[in-house]
C-alpha cells in the first residue's frame, strides 16, 4: 500500500513539473543521444510520445550540453538522474537505482532509461494506451506484470546483466534489443538516414509493447478472476478444500494462484492439485501445484507412483477410479474422461499419501 501511494505520488509530482519546465525551456521536445541507438532510450521515447503532453514534442539525437540544456526533457544521456529536473539519465558514476530502491516495486534490477521513464510514467502510459484510470486497480496490476515480463529486459541487457550465471549454451539473438540494434547502419552502409531508423525502431518497440499490453490486459488479466473464483469455491470441489477445479481449459492460472495464495494466507491450506477440462480433446486433466509457478515437473504431492506410465482401463483397475486416461511417468499430471474422475484421482492420491484434510473434524 505505501509503494501504491508513493507511486502515484510520483506521477502527480511529474504532471506538475512538466507544465512547468516545458513552457520555461522554450523548446518543446525531448532529448537523447545521437549515434547509435538502443532498446533503452528508443522505448522510453517511445512511451513518453505516448503520453499527451509529449506527444507533440520533436526528439533531438545529440550529446551537446547547450543543445541539451534546452530540451524539455532528456533522457539517457546528459549524466544526470533528477525527476524534479525531468533528466532520466543511469550512465553516471554512483547511480544504481532499482524499482525497489525508488519504492515503486520489489525488483531489483539496475534501471536503463526506460526503467527510469517507466517507474515514473508507466502507469499512465498504461492507462492511455488502454483507456483506463490511472488509478485504477487494473492499472496497478499491470504495471507490475508489465515490467516483469517486458521491460526488466530491457534493464538488464543495457545494463549488462546476464540473465543467468555460467556460459549461456546458445545465442539468443531474437530478443528486442537485438532487433533494435539491428536497425542501426552496418559498417558499410553509406547515405543511411539513421533519423529515420531511430523512429524505425520506435515504431518496433511501439508495435511489441502494445501487442504485449493488450494480452496482458484482455487475457492474463480477466484469468486472474477466473482463478480467484476457483480459489473461492474449492471447498465446493472437495471438502478438503485441497483441489482446484477450472471449468475452462487454456486458463493461464499458475502465475494468479501463487500471487492469491499469497495475498490470502493461504499456503496452509494445503492446495495441492488442480483439474481442468483439456481445451483440445474435451477430457479432464489432474495436475499437481507446481513448487513455483516457473517449475513443472517439480510439485506439491505427485500422482502415485503406482499409477504412473499406466492408462485406460489398466489405469483405471490399478486406481479403483472409472474413466481413467493416463498418468505420466513423473506423475505431474493425469487425465480421466470425466471432471469427476479427476477429482477423484486427487483425493484418492491425497489418501494414498496420508495428506488428505477432508477427514479432519
Excluded at 509530482?13 to 533503452?40: Q, Y
Excluded at 522510453?44 to 551537446?64: G, N, Q, V, W
Excluded at 479432464?284 to 517439480?298: C, G, H, M, N, S
Amino acid at each position: 500500500m505505501m509503494a501504491r501511494t508513493q507511486s502515484r505520488a510520483l506521477v502527480e509530482r511529474g504532471r506538475r513539473l512538466i507544465s512547468r519546465l516545458a513552457s520555461a525551456s522554450g523548446m518543446p521536445s525531448i532529448g537523447t543521444h545521437n549515434g547509435k541507438f538502443h532498446c533503452d532510450e528508443v522505448f522510453a521515447c517511445f512511451m513518453l510520445k505516448s503520453l499527451p503532453e509529449f506527444s507533440h514534442y520533436d526528439i533531438i539525437r545529440t550529446r551537446d550540453p547547450s543543445t541539451l540544456s534546452n530540451c524539455s526533457i532528456v533522457v539517457d544521456v546528459g549524466g544526470v538522474y533528477d525527476h524534479d529536473k525531468l533528466r532520466y539519465d543511469h550512465h553516471q558514476r554512483g547511480f544504481n537505482d532499482t524499482m525497489k530502491t525508488l519504492n515503486v516495486l520489489d525488483f531489483e534490477t539496475k534501471l536503463s532509461s526506460a526503467g527510469l521513464i517507466y517507474a515514473h510514467y508507466g502507469k499512465r502510459v498504461i492507462a492511455e494506451l488502454l483507456a483506463l484510470r490511472d488509478d485504477s486497480t487494473e492499472v496497478d496490476i499491470l504495471y507490475k506484470k508489465v515490467y516483469e515480463a517486458f521491460v526488466e529486459a530491457v534493464d538488464a541487457i543495457d545494463n549488462g546483466i546476464p540473465q543467468f550465471d555460467g556460459v549461456p549454451r546458445y545465442h539468443l539473438g531474437g530478443t528486442l534489443s537485438s532487433r533494435v540494434g539491428s536497425l542501426n547502419p552496418a559498417w558499410n552502409e553509406e547515405d543511411i538516414d539513421i533519423e529515420k531508423r531511430f523512429h524505425e525502431a520506435m515504431k518496433l518497440v511501439g508495435v511489441e509493447f502494445l501487442d504485449r499490453l493488450k494480452y496482458f490486459h484482455r487475457s492474463w488479466l480477466p484469468a486472474r478472476d477466473v482463478v480467484a473464483e476457483c480459489v473461492k469455491n474449492r471447498f465446493d470441489v472437495d471438502k478438503s478444500g485441497q483441489i482446484l477445479a477450472l471449468d475452462k481449459g487454456g486458463v493461464p492460472w499458475k502465475e494468479h494462484f501463487f500471487t492469491l495464495e499469497k495475498e490470502h494466507n493461504l499456503l496452509n491450506a494445503q492446495i495441492t492439485y488442480i483439474v481442468f477440462a483439456d481445451a483440445t480433446s474435451g477430457d479432464w486433466r489432474v495436475q499437481a501445484i507446481p513448487l513455483d509457478e516457473k517449475a513443472t515437473f517439480e510439485n506439491r504431492l505427485p500422482l502415485p507412483e503406482s499409477w504412473r506410465g499406466y492408462r485406460n482401463d489398466e489405469l483405471s483397475e490399478l486406481a479403483g477410479i472409472p474413466s481413467c486416461i493416463f498418468t505420466h511417468m513423473t506423475g505431474f499430471i493425469g487425465g480421466n474422461r470425466t471432471r469427476d474422475g479427476a477429482v477423484e484421482m486427487a483425493k484418492r492420491s491425497l489418501q494414498i499419501a496420508g495428506k488428505y484434510l477432508g477427514n479432519v473434524q
